[in-house]
């Protein structure tokens, strides 16, 4: 091996500078990475915690009563379901965006862009409406 | 024989089932979405509409819905 003194000089665009702050992904990317973030959340942790809100709310009415006005009320929980209403809600927009893309509806780059801003803001407002509703 | 050494559409079952899942439970977000706008939120419209016939049904084919399409997500990535 050479010596570890002899550094090598990496190519200007794999540093971690330019990967954070030079390559960025275009939007398109956004949602794609989003879809599988959010897909990747609601299957863990969120099947489980909605399998549990569903079993408490459904089994009695204390348990629906202590899900709706006690167990909601706490700030990480709400935390806790706005992002999960967030992964749902993108999960769903972005889910159909790729129907059409696989119909071949919507693969021109504008119209890509176009769809792919729809999608982050109709996920976001979605999101804002159930905060409203849940606050 | 059958041999498989070249060829394709290998992934088509895992994506085919992919998209027919996920029609199924987008088509169930939109129904409880609509049951649960217009009804009132207490506990007996939250349980009499888990406990109709069809909503089980529904609930039961979205559950497996649910992890035939994460199954294939990994198959397919």
Redesign the interface.
């Given at each position: 091996m050479a010596s570890a003194s002899a550094k090598k000089i990496r190519p200007k665009y794999l540093s971690l500078p330019a990967l954070l702050f030079e390559i960025r992904l275009p939007v398109p990317g956004w949602v794609s990475i989003l879809h599988r973030i959010s897909?990747a959340l609601l299957?863990f942790p969120f099947?489980a915690w909605v399998l549990y809100l569903?079993d408490t709310?459904?089994a009695s009415?204390q348990g629906?009563?202590y899900i709706?006005n006690r167990y909601f009320a706490l700030p990480l929980v709400k935390l806790g379901i706005l992002v999960f209403v967030w992964s749902?809600c993108h999960h769903?927009c972005a889910?159909?965006r790729y129907?059409f893309l696989?119909l071949d509806i919507g693969v021109e780059l504008k119209t890509a862009r176009l769809t792919s801003w729809i999608v982050i803001f109709a996920g976001l407002a979605l999101t804002a409406v159930f905060a409203a509703r849940l606050w | 024989m059958k041999r498989l050494v070249v060829g394709a559409h290998y992934g088509l079952r895992d994506w085919l089932a992919q998209r027919v899942t996920a029609a199924i439970m987008a088509l169930y977000t939109l129904i409880l979405a609509g049951v649960l706008l217009n009804g009132s939120f207490t506990y007996g419209a939250w349980k009499d509409l888990f406990a109709q016939g069809w909503m089980r049904v529904a609930t039961l084919l979205f559950a497996a819905s649910l992890a035939w399409h994460a199954g294939s997500a990994c198959a397919t990535s």
């Open positions: 897909g299957f099947v569903l709310s459904l009415e629906f009563d709706r749902y769903f889910g159909i129907l696989d | -």
